[in-house]
């Protein structure tokens, strides 16, 4: 039996992650020669291999993923991985379920799993991994105290987002 892993849970290290309303953006790392077992996500998913090379085998298929290239999972689809030589290091995008039934999978062709190897959906991953705000684990005063946490600062950016206040200016300073 398959291990069935809940949303932003993954079987190595995160390096990082930001949750927004509908995504959760993570960075996992994977170890030289790592070999995980047959596994499964709850939400769909794309995969954007930044380093590293591995194949990963899914139902009765398999694939080679190099960096540059972008992996479409839907949700629960059972796989397993391994990573060569050196390991590797992958930008994860993991979909709120209502969200993408709201823009329905047959509308962008996400009806099952896909790979990208270069074009304008790796493109665009690469741009949404460049693009995302890195979130300090905490901000400190001059003495030490802290004045936020990662959590104060997630939960602020889903207020931010879900009550609309972008006309009312940016973190970034732009309205």
Not at 46 to 63: A, D, K, P, W, Y
Not at 67 to 79: D, G, K, V
Request: charged share 20%; glycine share 10%; proline share 5%.
């Amino acid at each position: 039996m398959a291990l069935s892993l809940s949303a932003g849970c993954f079987l190595t290290k995160i390096v990082g992650s930001t949750r927004l309303p509908e995504f959760a953006l993570t960075e996992t790392l994977y170890a030289n020669d790592l070999r995980l077992p047959r596994h499964s996500h709850e939400r769909s998913c794309f995969i954007f291999v930044l380093q590293g090379t591995f194949n990963e085998t899914f139902e009765s298929n398999s694939r080679v993923c190099r960096p540059q290239t972008l992996i479409f999972r839907p949700p629960n689809e059972r796989h397993s991985d391994h990573f060569h030589g050196k390991g590797g290091r992958c930008f994860n995008i993991e979909m709120d379920p209502h969200w993408l039934k709201r823009i329905g999978t047959r509308t962008v062709g996400l009806n099952g799993s896909s790979d990208f190897h270069g074009g304008i959906l790796s493109r665009l991953a690469l741009r949404i991994y460049q693009d995302s705000a890195p979130v300090p684990a905490r901000i400190v005063d001059e003495a030490g105290k802290v004045l936020f946490t990662e959590r104060q600062i997630l939960d602020g950016q889903e207020l931010f987002l879900t009550y609309g206040l972008m006309q009312f200016g940016t973190v970034y300073g732009h309205g």
